[in-house]
């Protein structure tokens, strides 16, 4: 039985003595506590010279990888040199903590998905210890917070960038020692309150915190409460009474960078111990290089604990919306306000609003697919009405969805959609997919798809259509634009599901290259080609508009009743007068989606609760999926996109939840009343 001895400077009260196995090989494994008594140390160390296998010492605080180099102690120095001159190996946990925080942060970043820490906000109360971790993290967010000014010297100042850490290390921090500006401050106690505040406001923020082991309690302190719920904690050795009490401070998930490589957890030192003693490392100038190669060989993956649900992540995702209108300007408290002291006021309010930096709208909270993956996210407001939007040109919105999509990123969103933009914007989203700071996606896809969703579900709710083989429409339908991007996918849709379908367009050779295509994915599909909308308008049971070129083809009044127009074109060829003409014809804009989740949490965006349009169930989808990509891309819409958006959507519990009309979302009874006046128009 190999033996190995760990000296601590920490309590006494701690010690213990174990057996344990690895590689095949018995290990006793004791511990004596000197209570930071390094004399004792000393006294231990030549004690155990000779007898034990390995000496392992724990408590030292290692030498920080940024700014002053080597162990300052004099005492802790005269104890590492008398370690240098005994018989056994004497080792200390450095060489394995350095290569364990880097190797973690790399190895969960990998295995879960190479995103899992992309935009995260990480905060670490100690920069200095955790400098190795840090400069490893800071390769996938940029929304890093070190808490060394405030911890240690108590100075209300956070450092935002390895940059500004580096210079703390090398320059401030001596300096701080030297003036101790923290306690000079008056009053003292302003001082204390607010370091707890910018303390607490820095945790609310934070999805990561990464706590040191040495002083766990100590720094834990400023974090007690709620503030630690839901959050993901990045420590060294997890002792189980630190799992247990962050598990009752509601931590998610806790990262313990050390391997634990046997049962009992044990710290890293006496890791590294073990890989020696079990490994047979000599001693002399090549033990570190020796040590790293056993390390880089060995599966040294961290722990990963989820103390409510296994697995539990969530992503994060922000979503860029516009106002429609001044009345949906209101929605914003302090323009509502002003509106009801001065109406007269919104046209300015409305100019004023478009040259606004873009801002938070909303917080959305409590999305969960039934796979278990949670997603949180943002509505970022650009404050500019669609009207506005038209007065300016599109590289002036262009330059504000650039900066909304910063301000996403710094927000820790790891995908942003962009919401419809009016029709002179089309290019604009193009331009900000190559130029943004995260991966856009314009959510045409799945509009595509819940407009075609909803067109059907409204055929069956009107009920005038009958099924042929139990599965196709004996119905014709309609596509007028049927060779642009969303018109192709919407006749491809149709051609799964209804008997007849008619293609028009004014692009005759496109148009029969989408005919081609159409009876090749289809066979024996009755397919019409046309230039000429209103040739076969009369006859139509569903028509869908994808250009915004129908309304010089398209009448209201020569459809018949019954009919079911779906409306994909922004702004919409008809208006509320125009369908007010047709109460016997189902005017549809799209469908709007269920999210998942029991307790959603969002701003009202002129939808039921928890309800969402579709290009936000997008960006939703592909948060929950993990794909932090450009989906969609521009208006530039394809079938794959679309059939593969669908079926994650499904995934992840999308339901359509309700038809929208020109006035907004229709109910059961809407329907019932255009089916009635419809058979009342055929009857006569």
Same mark, same amino acid.
């Given at each position: 039985?190999?033996?190995?001895?760990?000296?601590?400077?920490?309590?006494?009260?701690?010690?213990?003595?174990?057996?344990?196995?690895?590689?095949?090989?018995?290990?006793?494994?004791?511990?004596?506590?000197?209570?930071?008594?390094?004399?004792?140390?000393?006294?231990?160390?030549?004690?155990?010279?000779?007898?034990?296998?390995?000496?392992?010492?724990?408590?030292?605080?290692?030498?920080?990888?940024?700014?002053?180099?080597?162990?300052?102690?004099?005492?802790?120095?005269?104890?590492?040199?008398?370690?240098?001159?005994?018989?056994?190996?004497?080792?200390?946990?450095?060489?394995?903590?350095?290569? %364990?925080?880097?190797?973690? !942060?790399?190895?969960?970043?990998?295995? /879960?998905? =190479?995103?899992?820490?992309?935009? #995260? *906000?990480? $905060?670490?109360?100690?920069?200095?210890?955790?400098?190795?971790?840090?400069?490893?993290?800071?390769?996938?967010?940029?929304?890093?917070?070190?808490?060394?000014?405030?911890?240690?010297?108590?100075?209300?100042?956070?450092?935002?960038?390895?940059?500004?850490?580096?210079?703390?290390?090398?320059?401030?921090?001596?300096?701080?020692?030297?003036?101790?500006?923290?306690?000079?401050? %008056?009053?003292?106690?302003? !001082?204390?309150?607010?370091?707890?505040? /910018?303390? =607490?406001?820095?945790?609310?923020? #934070? *999805?990561? $915190?990464?706590?040191?082991?040495?002083?766990?309690?100590?720094?834990?302190?400023?974090?007690?409460?709620?503030?630690?719920?839901?959050?993901?904690?990045?420590?060294?050795?997890?002792?189980?009474?630190?799992?247990?009490?962050?598990?009752?401070?509601?931590?998610?998930?806790?990262?313990?960078?050390?391997?634990?490589?046997?049962?009992?957890?044990?710290?890293?030192?006496?890791?590294?111990?073990?890989?020696?003693?079990?490994?047979?490392?000599?001693?002399?100038?090549?033990?570190?290089?020796?040590?790293?190669?056993?390390?880089?060989?060995?599966?040294?993956?961290?722990?990963?604990?989820?103390?409510?649900?296994?697995?539990?992540?969530?992503?994060?995702?922000?979503?860029?919306?516009?106002?429609?209108?001044?009345?949906?300007?209101?929605?914003?408290?302090?323009?509502?306000?002003?509106?009801?002291?001065?109406?007269?006021?919104?046209?300015?309010?409305?100019?004023?609003?478009?040259?606004?930096?873009?801002?938070?709208?909303?917080?959305?909270?409590?999305?969960?697919?039934?796979?278990?993956?949670?997603?949180?996210?943002?509505?970022?407001?650009?404050?500019?009405?669609?009207?506005?939007?038209?007065?300016?040109?599109?590289?002036?919105?262009?330059?504000?969805?650039?900066?909304?999509?910063?301000?996403?990123?710094?927000?820790?969103?790891?995908?942003?959609?962009?919401?419809?933009?009016?029709?002179?914007?089309?290019?604009?989203?193009?331009?900000?997919?190559?130029?943004?700071?995260?991966?856009?996606?314009?959510?045409?896809?799945?509009?595509?798809?819940?407009?075609?969703?909803?067109?059907?579900?409204?055929?069956?709710?009107?009920?005038?259509?009958?099924?042929?083989?139990?599965?196709?429409?004996?119905?014709?339908?309609?596509?007028?634009?049927?060779?642009?991007?969303?018109?192709?996918?919407?006749?491809?849709?149709?051609?799964?599901?209804?008997?007849?379908?008619?293609?028009?367009?004014?692009?005759?050779?496109?148009?029969?290259?989408?005919?081609?295509?159409?009876?090749?994915?289809?066979?024996?599909?009755?397919?019409?080609?046309?230039?000429?909308?209103?040739?076969?308008?009369?006859?139509?049971?569903?028509?869908?508009?994808?250009?915004?070129?129908?309304?010089?083809?398209?009448?209201?009044?020569?459809?018949?009743?019954?009919?079911?127009?779906?409306?994909?074109?922004?702004?919409?060829?008809?208006?509320?007068?125009?369908?007010?003409?047709?109460?016997?014809?189902?005017?549809?804009?799209?469908?709007?989606?269920?999210?998942?989740?029991?307790?959603?949490?969002?701003?009202?965006?002129?939808?039921?609760?928890?309800?969402?349009?579709?290009?936000?169930?997008?960006?939703?989808?592909?948060?929950?999926?993990?794909?932090?990509?450009?989906?969609?891309?521009?208006?530039?819409?394809?079938?794959?996109?679309?059939?593969?958006?669908?079926?994650?959507?499904?995934?992840?519990?999308?339901?359509?939840?309700?038809?929208?009309?020109?006035?907004?979302?229709?109910?059961?009874?809407?329907?019932?009343?255009?089916?009635?006046?419809?058979?009342?128009?055929?009857?006569?």
């Amino acid at each position: 039985m190999k033996k190995i001895i760990n000296i601590s400077l920490g309590p006494a009260s701690d010690d213990y003595h174990l057996e344990t196995e690895f590689k095949g090989q018995t290990f006793s494994i004791q511990r004596f506590g000197t209570g930071e008594d390094l004399t004792l140390a000393e006294d231990l160390l030549l004690k155990w010279n000779k007898l034990a296998n390995v000496i392992c010492i724990s408590g030292i605080k290692y030498p920080p990888a940024l700014g002053t180099k080597g162990v300052t102690h004099k005492k802790t120095k005269e104890l590492l040199e008398l370690c240098d001159r005994l018989h056994t190996i004497v080792t200390t946990g450095e060489t394995l903590n350095r290569v %364990s925080q880097e190797w973690s !942060i790399r190895n969960i970043q990998f295995a /879960q998905g =190479n995103n899992y820490f992309t935009n #995260a *906000n990480v $905060l670490f109360l100690s920069g200095m210890v955790n400098a190795t971790l840090a400069r490893v993290m800071s390769e996938y967010t940029d929304n890093l917070m070190f808490a060394d000014p405030i911890i240690e010297n108590n100075i209300p100042k956070f450092l935002t960038s390895i940059k500004e850490l580096e210079f703390y290390a090398q320059n401030a921090k001596g300096f701080f020692k030297q003036v101790p500006l923290g306690k000079m401050a %008056s009053p003292k106690k302003q !001082i204390k309150a607010l370091n707890t505040f /910018q303390l =607490n406001r820095a945790i609310k923020k #934070a *999805n990561i $915190l990464v706590i040191p082991h040495q002083g766990f309690y100590l720094y834990l302190d400023g974090c007690m409460g709620d503030q630690l719920e839901g959050k993901t904690i990045i420590t060294a050795t997890a002792y189980p009474d630190r799992v247990d009490l962050l598990t009752q401070l509601g931590v998610d998930v806790i990262i313990d960078t050390t391997p634990q490589l046997i049962t009992p957890v044990v710290e890293e030192v006496v890791i590294e111990a073990l890989m020696v003693a079990a490994f047979e490392v000599s001693k002399g100038r090549e033990m570190k290089s020796d040590l790293l190669e056993i390390i880089s060989e060995q599966r040294l993956d961290p722990r990963i604990i989820y103390p409510f649900e296994q697995n539990k992540r969530v992503n994060r995702f922000a979503y860029l919306i516009h106002p429609l209108s001044q009345k949906h300007l209101k929605k914003i408290k302090a323009v509502e306000m002003l509106s009801s002291i001065a109406p007269k006021s919104m046209g300015t309010v409305e100019k004023l609003m478009a040259h606004s930096p873009p801002f938070v709208y909303s917080r959305v909270k409590g999305i969960k697919s039934p796979t278990g993956v949670e997603a949180e996210g943002w509505l970022i407001s650009l404050g500019e009405t669609s009207d506005e939007m038209e007065k300016h040109s599109s590289d002036f919105t262009t330059k504000k969805i650039l900066k909304a999509a910063q301000k996403a990123k710094k927000l820790g969103a790891q995908v942003m959609g962009i919401s419809m933009l009016p029709k002179g914007m089309h290019g604009t989203s193009i331009e900000v997919g190559k130029h943004a700071v995260l991966p856009i996606t314009t959510g045409n896809s799945y509009t595509a798809s819940t407009a075609l969703w909803a067109a059907a579900d409204a055929v069956r709710q009107m009920g005038l259509s009958k099924l042929k083989d139990g599965k196709i429409l004996k119905a014709k339908a309609m596509v007028i634009g049927a060779t642009g991007d969303v018109g192709a996918i919407c006749a491809r849709l149709l051609a799964t599901a209804f008997e007849d379908v008619y293609i028009v367009s004014r692009n005759i050779a496109k148009l029969l290259s989408l005919q081609d295509s159409l009876q090749e994915q289809k066979k024996g599909l009755k397919l019409q080609v046309s230039t000429r909308a209103d040739r076969f308008l009369d006859d139509m049971d569903v028509v869908v508009i994808a250009s915004s070129g129908a309304q010089e083809s398209i009448d209201i009044m020569r459809v018949k009743p019954g009919c079911v127009i779906t409306d994909i074109t922004r702004p919409m060829i008809f208006s509320q007068k125009e369908v007010a003409k047709r109460q016997d014809v189902l005017v549809i804009t799209g469908g709007e989606i269920q999210l998942p989740g029991e307790a959603i949490e969002m701003k009202d965006i002129a939808l039921p609760h928890g309800i969402a349009y579709a290009g936000l169930a997008e960006t939703i989808i592909l948060a929950l999926e993990g794909r932090f990509e450009d989906f969609t891309k521009g208006s530039n819409t394809q079938w794959e996109k679309v059939k593969e958006i669908y079926k994650l959507g499904i995934k992840h519990g999308m339901t359509l939840s309700s038809i929208s009309g020109v006035d907004g979302p229709l109910s059961e009874e809407d329907i019932s009343r255009v089916k009635a006046q419809a058979l009342i128009q055929r009857g006569k």
